[in-house]
């Protein structure tokens, strides 16, 4: 499972710049789209004695791409999953394959989420179905707000879990390698030994209804998500 060298965001904006000083521009070298809201640190916002700068300069030299890690569960018996993975994908397609995923759960399920450094909120169980409608009317803040984290969870005789994570990659746990590895291929995502994820490096954080007036704030989608579909 991925080692982050750096958790904590470098630099979280919200309303301290006006529209025209907002600067979006993310790592040329990336092959992976990110969400427009993670961006780039600027060097002179660090404490040039601070570790962070060495760190920025790193990231310079990483590529972020799509494609998935896999690793089998050898505790099975006891967690009722069999593997977990962790996908970068194209930001367009997160909540795309999210669904495709999601689809392939059983019964009923349940949402958890919460806001970064907040406390994790479960929610009521309800069909598969009518969770992936309530879901589908927020697919902008799924994709863009990258302060709110967002799992749908089946937990019955199996163990299956799709965490949208606040930076926007995918983390999995599942028990049908098949399926799975059947939807990779659909959308052009490999297996690789050895990945980069966002959240190991400095990056500044725009609050998504700072970019898009017609956005929820971070409360208001908390408040939406505690709502029954």
Same mark, same amino acid.
């Given at each position: 499972?991925?080692?982050?060298?750096?958790?904590s965001?470098?630099l979280?904006?919200?309303?301290?710049?006006? =529209?025209?000083?907002?600067?979006?521009?993310?790592? =040329?070298?990336d092959?992976?789209?990110?969400?427009?809201s993670?961006?780039q640190?600027?060097?002179e916002?660090?404490?040039?004695n601070?570790?962070?700068?060495? $760190?920025?300069?790193?990231?310079?030299? &990483?590529?972020?791409?799509?494609?998935f890690?896999? %690793?089998?569960?050898?505790?099975?018996?006891?967690d009722r999953?069999?593997? $977990?993975? !962790?996908?970068?994908?194209?930001?367009?397609?997160?909540?795309n394959?999210?669904?495709?995923?999601?689809?392939?759960?059983?019964? =009923?399920? $349940?949402? &958890? /989420?919460?806001?970064?450094?907040?406390s994790?909120? /479960?929610?009521?169980?309800?069909?598969v179905?009518?969770?992936?409608?309530?879901?589908?009317?927020?697919?902008?803040?799924?994709?863009?707000?990258?302060? &709110?984290?967002?799992?749908? &969870?089946q937990?019955?005789?199996?163990?299956?879990?799709?965490?949208?994570? =606040?930076?926007?990659?995918?983390r999995?746990?599942?028990?049908?390698?098949?399926?799975?590895?059947t939807?990779?291929? !659909?959308?052009?995502?490999?297996?690789?030994?050895?990945?980069?994820?966002?959240?190991?490096?400095?990056?500044?954080?725009?609050?998504?209804?700072?970019?898009?007036?017609?956005?929820m704030?971070?409360?208001?989608?908390?408040d %939406?998500?505690?709502q029954?579909?």
């Open positions: 499972m991925k080692s982050i060298f750096l958790t965001i470098f979280s904006v919200s309303m301290c710049a006006t =529209e025209s000083e907002v600067d979006l521009t993310q790592w =040329e070298q092959k992976l789209i990110l969400p427009i993670i961006v640190p600027e060097l916002e660090a404490n040039t601070d570790s962070t700068l060495i $760190y920025i300069e790193e990231r310079k030299s &990483v590529s972020l791409e799509q494609g890690l896999f %690793y089998e569960n050898e505790d099975f018996e006891i999953y069999k593997f $977990y993975s !962790e996908i970068n994908v194209d930001n367009p397609e997160l909540w394959l999210s669904k495709r995923l999601i689809r392939n759960f059983k019964n =009923e399920v $349940y949402l &958890v /989420y919460h806001i970064s450094g907040d994790v909120i /479960y929610g009521e169980k309800f069909s179905v009518s969770t992936l409608k309530k879901l589908d009317k927020i697919e902008s803040d799924i994709l863009n707000n990258c302060s &709110v984290n967002i799992g749908v &969870v937990d019955s005789k199996a163990f299956n879990e799709l965490f949208i994570d =606040e930076s926007k990659y995918l999995y746990w599942g028990n049908n390698e098949s399926f799975f590895r939807i990779m291929s !659909e959308f052009n995502i490999a297996e690789k030994k050895k990945m980069n994820f966002v959240d190991e490096y400095p990056r500044t954080i725009y609050d998504w209804s700072y970019l898009n007036e017609d956005a704030t971070n409360e208001a989608l908390i %939406y998500l505690k029954e579909p």
